[in-house]
């Protein structure tokens, strides 16, 4: 489980196996206590450390989460947000997150306001029912807030500290990005799609 606190970033180094399923990833900060088979949330995509050493760690990639995510299109040279598993005791600053993607979004448009960004992104059907004005949503990993939702898109703002320790400071449009919905969201929406179709179990 995640908060949506980045704590990092990383740079894709390398990739191997069939269809590239293996990824070296390089933080700009080696964590202590990183083990093999620990959580690490990889622009919002939560996968399992598989070797670690003192300047980067692998992860291997499944066919489905690089066709339903953006690890598709991850090559050497790609920077990644990170965030490590929360641990007994740590602070639950954003919000939860599971790193289970629920989306992949295009953004529409960034604009300046004052010092910091607005971003656009677009409203896939799959989560459209999850979004509202004032909720969270997570942005390749990134806790954020819905500032204003319509029928086709929703925007969120990146305050300058945002922008600087995260990739989404580098977000243009036509860019894709990773969305998971707040997870108290998917189940109301769940629940009431079952309820109005008469199916209450």
């Known amino acids: 489980m995640f908060t949506g606190i980045v704590v990092d970033t990383g740079t894709v180094t390398g990739t191997s196996g069939p269809a590239a399923r293996s990824f070296r990833i390089e933080p700009t900060r080696m964590p202590d206590g990183l083990r093999v088979g620990a959580s690490v949330a990889c622009a919002g995509i939560c996968l399992t450390a598989t070797t670690v050493d003192p300047a980067g760690f692998t992860v291997d990639v499944s066919p489905e989460t ?7 299109t991850w090559q050497a040279g790609t920077r990644i947000n ?6 007994a005791g740590d602070a639950l600053d954003g919000h939860i ?11 529409l448009g960034v604009t300046a306001s004052e010092d910091s960004r607005i971003v656009r992104i ?15 949503i997570a942005v390749d990993g990134t806790s954020l807030t819905v500032n204003a939702v319509d029928r086709d898109a929703f925007a969120v703002t990146l305050i300058p500290h945002t922008s600087c320790i995260t990739t989404l ?8 990005v990773n969305l998971e919905a707040d997870i108290l969201a998917r ?9 109005g179709s008469g199916d209450a179990r």
């Open 97 to 107: 997150v599971t790193g289970h993607v629920d989306a992949v979004a295009r953004i």
């Open 66 to 72: 690089r066709a339903r995510t953006t690890a598709g």
């Open 187 to 195: 189940y109301v929406a769940r629940s009431l799609d079952r309820l």
């Open 169 to 176: 400071g580098d977000l243009t449009s036509g860019a894709s």
């Open 82 to 87: 990170l965030e490590y598993a929360l641990q």
């Open 122 to 136: 677009a409203l896939p059907d799959a989560i459209a029912a999850m979004v509202a004005p004032k909720g969270s």
